[in-house]
């Protein structure tokens, strides 16, 4: 801690007068613009108040009944990059949104990588089944009309490979992600919307949890492009995602509620066939 700041600490009284003047409609710059006037420099008063926002909104949701949020993934993307290092490979940032936190990139994976994935998952191949959050084990769903199958984490070279760099591209432990998921969706196929965190409310969810935790972000990587279709869709904000070959779309969720505005789908496959290869990330290590 700089001696400014050491000097300038946030009492009680500072947080108070912070919530006060926001519940009031003023704005941020003329909260930062008071705090100088009275002896605060720029970047302590900007600190302070967007800890004690934060802060505010917390305790507001969790006294709603809301579960109270952790940290999750993300790309550093602050300074609105072009472009995010991902370690061998520069990604694209193609669209950013950060309520829900929403981030579609391009170019995460070669098309060479993109035809191995497929290749290899082929041979195993099995109708796709979901997470049954009233036992903690797997079920066939009928929302899920896909084909699919997992690759352990680390499995061979091409799957360390992207692991690592997905690692790095959302700034999250490798050890916390869950194995790679290939998918199938032919004609027809789709997954209907739905929320990727588990449900507290449900009897299966605390088994679930004891191998990882929470599940705190996803991202989505296509493989091959349908004809027509296939798209991700987020219905609660409007927006839908083109299965472009080697572009992804990332999303994390703090908290496993609605408020995330996270739910989600895999449109319908009107024509052709979609790959993609879905990456789920935990709070802690995925056993």
């Not at 967007?50 to 300074?79: I, Y």
């Not at 170019?107 to 109708?127: F, G, M």
């Not at 080697?246 to 739910?263: D, K, Q």
């Amino acid at each position: 801690m700089s001696t400014t700041q050491a000097r300038q600490q946030v009492t009680p009284e500072l947080r108070k007068w912070i919530v006060d003047q926001a519940q009031a409609g003023h704005g941020p710059e003329s909260v930062v613009k008071a705090m100088m006037a009275s002896g605060w420099t720029e970047d302590v008063a900007i600190d302070a108040m967007e800890s004690t926002l934060r802060g505010h909104l917390e305790e507001q949701a969790v006294a709603q009944g809301l579960p109270p949020a952790v940290p999750v993934p993300d790309a550093a993307l602050d300074e609105s990059p072009l472009y995010v290092d991902a370690g061998d490979r520069q990604v694209a940032v193609l669209q950013a949104m950060y309520n829900p936190r929403v981030v579609v990139f391009g170019n995460l994976l070669s098309d060479e990588e993109c035809e191995q994935l497929i290749a290899l998952a082929k041979p195993r191949l099995a109708r796709s089944l979901t997470v049954a959050t009233k036992t903690g084990g797997e079920e066939v769903n009928a929302d899920r009309t896909s084909n699919g199958m997992f690759f352990q984490r680390g499995e061979n070279d091409l799957v360390r490979r992207i692991e690592q760099r997905i690692a790095r591209l959302v700034n999250w432990p490798e050890e916390n992600g869950e194995g790679l998921q290939i998918l199938q969706y032919g004609p027809g196929a789709e997954y209907k919307p739905h929320y990727d965190y588990f449900d507290p409310a449900e009897p299966g969810t605390p088994t679930i949890l004891k191998r990882g935790g929470q599940r705190v972000g996803t991202i989505v990587m296509y493989l091959a492009e349908p004809e027509k279709g296939g798209g991700t869709v987020f219905p609660d904000v409007h927006l839908e995602v083109s299965p472009k070959r080697g572009n992804a779309v990332f999303f994390s969720y703090e908290r496993a509620h609605p408020s995330t505005r996270t739910l989600h789908g895999g449109s319908p496959v009107l024509a052709g066939e979609k790959w993609i290869a879905t990456k789920w990330l935990r709070e802690r290590r995925f056993e």
